[in-house]
């Protein structure tokens, strides 16, 4: 069974531009979490879906959005980027959602530089 | 809010050597707890997960045990070898929200 995957995998971006990262979650997931790491504040939680739905979003301004397509698939997007975006942003999958989703698997991430 | 810290931050240990991870945070009301391994710019690979009833858990060379009551797991590594060299993190579900994770050990195990 494939794994997750994350497109692209590199990103150099300018301060102002938007940028839409993707994720491909493992056949059968439903839910898709999305994470920024970086080296001063660790991995934070950006937002969840299952369903086509978030569940749940983190503490971060609305330039931040996500959608989830009917084939599980979920994608990122960042306005307006500002030179503290550059990150590793990860996406995890899982069968289930909020407590039930037990183990979460990480794709290899989209590191994502702003200049 | 939940809170989750990780001592040390960095450790390095010769090769052979047992050693303890240990993960701290601040509301014992946990779904479940779980270890993962980061390698350098790379994604996160779950290693061991326990649930809230649980104390412990073990996979190969690897126990995680978990104190609820005081917020408090460790990662125990026996006879560790240089192919255990990364990141260590934690990361715990609360209640109604999504995992929360520690900012982890960096460990190097050297031949």
């Known amino acids: 069974k494939a794994g997750v995957t994350q497109t692209p995998r590199y990103l150099i971006k300018t301060r102002g531009q938007q940028v839409t990262l993707s994720c491909s979650p493992i056949s059968g997931h439903r839910s898709v979490s999305w994470y920024q790491q970086t080296?001063?504040?660790?991995?934070?939680?950006?937002?969840?879906?299952?369903?086509?739905?978030?569940?749940?979003?983190?503490?971060?301004?609305?330039?931040?959005?996500?959608?989830q397509f009917s084939n599980s698939r979920s994608e990122m997007n960042v306005s307006?980027?500002?030179l503290g975006d550059s990150a590793l942003y990860l996406c995890a999958s899982s069968l289930l959602a909020g407590i039930n989703q037990e183990t979460q698997y990480f794709g290899p991430g989209t590191r994502l530089l702003v200049l | 809010k939940q809170e989750v810290t990780q001592i040390p931050a960095a450790l390095s240990v010769p090769e052979g050597e047992n050693l303890v991870l240990n993960c701290s945070f601040?509301?014992?009301?946990?779904?479940?707890?779980?270890?993962?391994?980061?390698?350098?710019?790379?994604?996160?690979?779950?290693?061991?997960?326990?649930?809230?009833?649980?104390?412990?858990?073990?996979?190969g060379r690897l126990n995680a045990s978990l104190d609820k009551s005081s917020?408090?797991?460790?990662?125990?590594?026996?006879?560790?070898?240089?192919?255990?060299?990364?990141?260590?993190?934690?990361?715990?579900?609360p209640d109604g929200q999504n995992f929360v994770f520690g900012p982890g050990t960096r460990l190097s195990v050297l031949p």
């Open chain 1, 39 to 67: 080296p001063g504040q660790g991995l934070q939680f950006l937002f969840e879906y299952f369903s086509e739905t978030q569940r749940n979003k983190g503490n971060f301004p609305g330039r931040f959005s996500g959608r």
């Open chain 2, 71 to 93: 917020g408090r797991s460790t990662l125990y590594i026996a006879a560790s070898q240089p192919g255990d060299s990364a990141t260590y993190l934690c990361a715990v579900l």
């Open chain 1, 80 to 82: 307006t980027l500002e």
């Open chain 2, 26 to 59: 601040t509301d014992s009301a946990i779904y479940n707890l779980q270890w993962f391994r980061q390698d350098p710019g790379k994604g996160l690979t779950s290693l061991l997960l326990i649930q809230s009833s649980q104390r412990e858990q073990t996979s």
